[in-house]
């Protein structure tokens, strides 16, 4: 996961520096751009967690319930 926290820290850096240079030189395609780094690093945060949110919740709920399996 390191990597993956690696990763992330520098999407997200471009997407602020994407950011910055839309707002500096009035650029919308450097919008789209920090869009893009954004949706990237939300990806590899997908993929870092592995189960997504709503296994979790159906996960618990089993547990809590104790009917695993159905």
Same mark, same amino acid.
């Given at each position: 996961? $390191? +990597?993956?926290?690696?990763?992330?820290? %520098?999407?997200?850096? @471009?997407? *602020?520096? @994407?950011?910055? #240079? +839309? !707002?500096? @030189?009035?650029?919308?395609?450097?919008? *789209?751009?920090?869009?893009? !780094?954004?949706? @990237? /690093?939300?990806?590899?945060? !997908?993929? $870092? /967690?592995? %189960?997504? &949110? &709503?296994? #979790? =919740?159906?996960?618990? =709920?089993?547990?809590?319930?104790?009917?695993?399996?159905?």
């Amino acid at each position: 996961m $390191a +990597a993956n926290k690696e990763e992330i820290a %520098e999407l997200l850096q @471009q997407a *602020r520096m @994407q950011a910055g #240079k +839309a !707002a500096d @030189q009035d650029q919308p395609a450097y919008y *789209r751009d920090a869009f893009e !780094a954004l949706a @990237q /690093a939300i990806e590899k945060l !997908a993929e $870092a /967690a592995g %189960e997504s &949110h &709503h296994d #979790k =919740v159906v996960r618990a =709920v089993e547990e809590f319930q104790g009917d695993e399996g159905i």
